[in-house]
């Protein structure tokens, strides 16, 4: 068990609707990062919080937002829901920069998305 | 742009077997960490091994160690006594850590590893 709980683990809804993952991360962890994977793409990095704020974006659509709420937990918001965004989204938590170097990330079970 | 390829797509190996898989990477940074992490049918994402770019010395965890050669960007991964166990997808990542600011994780695209019975 990584400490980083996803919800749900699996969600099936139809194009053009909207879903939002959520993701708790290990106790103690400021940074939340957002992955994809997908068959054809691998596992794209999307968007990173630290401590509330944005870090880092990366291959992320402008149908999807995120946000890291006070108490840490992030939510990742997929909208106007494509065929093509079917995948498995993990969220993955870090320590704290200052808390120790080992550049290891800590990995939920990832929420499988099916778009139909 | 940094990158991980892994050339590999699919290996096999007979349980109890040695297995190398391969990966290299790009970067001009000169402080990151290179993971191995592994992906069962259960998908979840476990990490295998870590190594970070300022050791000399290869990393080892028990049946896993990592030949790591830092002029030519090769990170490959050995497993020893191969078992059922170990079939998953295998993926090389990498994280930049440049002055204390850590990176996002790069991933490669995979290696499919099957221990044949």
């Known amino acids: 068990d990584s400490g980083v709980t996803q919800t749900p683990k699996h969600l099936i809804t139809a194009t053009g609707q909207r879903v939002t993952l959520r993701c708790s991360p290990r106790?103690?962890?400021?940074?939340v990062y957002w992955y994809q994977q997908s068959l054809d793409q691998g596992l794209q990095f999307l968007i990173q919080y630290y401590n509330g704020e944005e870090r880092a974006k990366g291959n992320i659509l402008e149908r999807f937002s995120a946000q890291q709420f006070p108490d840490l937990h992030s939510e990742l918001n997929l909208s106007s829901l494509e065929l093509g965004d079917s995948a498995l989204y993990f969220c993955?938590?870090?320590?704290?920069?200052?808390?120790?170097?080992?550049?290891?990330?800590?990995f939920g079970e990832g929420s499988r998305l099916t778009v139909l | 742009a940094q990158t991980v390829t892994q050339s590999q797509p699919e290996m096999s190996v007979q349980e109890a077997e040695t297995v190398t898989l391969s990966c290299t990477y790009d970067?001009?940074?000169?402080?990151?960490?290179l993971f191995w992490y592994k992906q069962p049918p259960s998908r979840q994402m476990i990490l295998v091994i870590r190594q970070e770019a300022y050791k000399q010395q290869n990393a080892t965890e028990n049946r896993f160690s990592v030949n790591f050669q830092k002029a030519a960007k090769s990170f490959s991964l050995k497993i020893s006594d191969s078992q059922l166990g170990d079939t998953a997808m295998y993926f090389c990542?990498?994280?930049?850590?440049?002055?204390?600011?850590?990176?996002?994780?790069?991933f490669g695209k995979g290696t499919k590893l099957s221990v044949k019975p």
């Open positions: 993955a938590s870090s320590v704290p920069e200052t808390a120790g170097d080992t550049g290891e990330l800590f």
């Open positions: 970067t001009s940074e000169n402080n990151y960490y």
């Open positions: 106790s103690g962890d400021l940074s």
């Open positions: 990542a990498f994280i930049s850590n440049y002055g204390g600011s850590q990176g996002n994780l790069i």
